[in-house]
């Protein structure tokens, strides 16, 4: 891909992931935390394509642990937090 | 499948990112905003499967091998997510931080060894970096974990000539770093590795308990930046968008958090070197304090006007919230005006509180947070401080040096009379002696949180 395209896009990213959380009350720092965590599990789609272009046992096999930390990483955060979510949602009636 | 209905697709993904962070700061779409999140996420591995990349071809290579590890990462992760008691949320999600910067080291490691000497210089300088930060973002979440957790000291752990350790350690990971992009080869990255996971480890280890969440909060923001980096170096537009917004919104979180706490964030990584060690530690512990009955407890509580109820961690953990619940309800029956006054960090997280309470069906009215409650504490007759220390202690106001100095409290100093339901004398997460404890209008009731309520509800029935 283009470097500038790449620059752009990286620093579109940046100026929107700043306005969307700047004002969050505290009662909200720690679901937060937990999506954007979860948001970041998508590492497991690179994790995919490095296992797929894999030749050596080594690069599967370290790709392979890639996958499984991923996988962890974004199903068990999004779960996580909706849990937290869950119970937020039963106090407001 | 086209590159371009695979690069849309991804783009649809990056846009469910920013739709997920942008509901989840708000409390009434929070949970809708998690679930375009999950929904994003899926798509984005979905499509993975039905695109050749250059030079392969469908179905994926080693394809048994890549759904055979997500059963395991499912079957891993779905029951701990499901299972943790609330009280341990903070340091699973340490974990999952963790993991996630372990697997952005290895897929830039992978992808290294994959294109060796083929590798554009700029791609060795993002691999690099992703391998530093995910690295690092992987052992010190380990740290963190085994802090929260309590499997280590929650004190923070100064060794001599820490700080040039430390600094050495640094030093020699951007040398190494800078070897790996001139030489190429195996070794100089799986060395950077170790050193940048030794570098975790040293950087997280300084930290006070308090403060570890606002650590999590940056790891986290680090991981998302592993994530963009490898973005680059496997040409993928939705790496570098979700990697990003986290990156950033993870930078502005941790600073809301540090605010919240009153802490800057070079104090927080820092605070523990420039300190003055606490001279007074021996000289306290042997004053009287005085301690009540659960009668006691209840006959205060009965002709109060106002009641506040600090809650904190060790609530929590004697899982008393229904109990103090039961309290509260009582004392409001009564014509008591009750109030909770919750610290932005009480418990062990921003926030955690507020999901602990939730959880025990306290009415969100009557949760008041610490600035509209501290201007009250003048006109309250108790404050039940329960399981609570760190929150309410006077020395973050009065005595510089220590490591909650400046972290704004909980100001119950100012009520007519405070009760204090804990456990035994030992200090707070944060290790620090509390003043409060000896002053004379302070009340102890030791004993588990909700075995001692359960005892003032009863005492307080029978007035």
């Known amino acids: 891909m283009e470097p500038m395209a790449i620059v752009s896009i990286f620093v579109l990213a ?64 999004f779960v996580v937090t909706d849990r937290m979510l869950e119970m937020f949602k039963g106090n407001k009636k | 499948m086209s590159r371009t209905l695979y690069d849309l697709v991804g783009l649809a993904a990056g846009v469910a990112f920013i739709l997920a962070l942008k509901g989840l700061s708000h409390p009434k779409t929070a949970r809708r905003g998690n679930l375009i999140g999950a929904f994003g996420a899926t798509l984005a591995t979905l499509v993975v499967f039905f695109y050749a990349n250059p030079g392969s071809s469908l179905p994926l290579n080693n394809l048994g091998w890549i ?40 897929v830039a490691i992978v992808e290294y060894l994959h294109l060796g000497p083929k590798a554009t210089t700029a791609e060795v300088v993002f691999t690099v970096f992703t391998v530093i930060v995910g690295c690092v973002s992987f052992s010190g979440s380990i740290i963190t974990f085994l802090k929260l957790q309590e499997l280590m000291t929650t004190r923070p752990v100064i060794f001599p000539a820490g700080r040039f350790i430390i600094a050495a350690t640094l030093v020699s990971v951007i040398g190494v770093g800078g070897w ?71 930078t502005i979180l941790t600073r809301l958090m540090a605010e919240a706490m009153g802490r800057s964030l070079f104090g927080t990584l820092f605070g523990a070197f420039t300190a003055k060690p606490q001279d007074n530690s021996g000289a306290v512990e042997d004053r009287p304090v005085r301690s009540g009955s659960p009668d006691d407890v209840a006959i205060l509580l009965n002709y109060a006007r106002r009641v506040v109820i600090v809650p904190g961690f060790g609530l929590a953990v004697a899982q008393a919230q229904h109990t103090v619940r039961e309290l509260a309800d009582m004392m409001i029956a009564k014509g008591i005006d009750v109030a ?15 999901v602990l309470l939730a959880e025990a069906n306290v009415p969100y009215e009557q949760l008041a947070e610490m600035d509209e409650v501290n201007p009250t504490f003048g006109q309250t007759d108790v404050a039940i401080v329960i399981g609570a220390n760190d929150v309410v202690n006077p020395a973050a106001q009065t005595s510089p040096g220590c490591p909650i100095y400046g972290m704004p409290i909980l100001e119950v100093a100012n009520a007519a009379n405070i009760i204090f339901l804990k456990r035994s004398m ?38």
Not at chain 2, 73 to 81: D, K, N, T
Not at chain 2, 431 to 451: C, Q, R, S, V
């Open chain 2, 180 to 250: 790996v992009v001139s030489a190429l080869g195996t070794t100089p990255l799986l060395v950077l590795a170790a050193l940048s996971l030794l570098f975790g480890v040293l950087f997280v280890l300084p930290v006070g308990g308090a403060d570890v969440p606002i650590v999590i909060s940056l790891l986290n923001a680090f991981t998302g930046l592993t994530v963009a980096a490898s973005g680059y170096v496997l040409d993928s537009v939705l790496l570098i968008i979700a990697g990003t917004l986290v990156g950033a919104s993870g």
């Open chain 2, 340 to 354: 909770y006054g919750i610290h932005p960090v009480a418990g062990r997280m921003p926030g955690h509180m507020n």
């Open chain 2, 67 to 106: 759904l055979g590890a997500m059963v395991v990462g499912l079957l891993v992760g779905v029951p701990a997510a499901r299972k943790v008691q609330m009280t341990q949320m903070p340091q699973l999600v340490a974990l999952f931080n963790g993991v996630g910067g372990g697997a952005a080291a290895l």
């Open chain 2, 426 to 463: 030992r200090p707070g997460f944060a290790g620090i002696e509390n003043e409060l404890l000896y002053d004379p209008k302070t009340m102890l009731l030791f004993g588990d949180a909700k075995a001692s309520l359960t005892k003032v509800v009863s005492a307080l029935k029978a007035l």
């Open chain 1, 14 to 77: 940046v100026f929107v992931g700043f306005e969307v959380v700047s004002k969050v009350s505290s009662t909200l720092h720690t679901p937060l935390m937990s999506g954007a965590n979860a948001i970041h599990g998508v590492i497991l789609v690179g994790a995919i394509i490095v296992a797929d272009h894999s030749e050596t046992n080594l690069e599967l096999g370290l790709a392979v642990a890639a996958i499984v930390l991923a996988t962890i990483n974004m199903v068990g955060g």
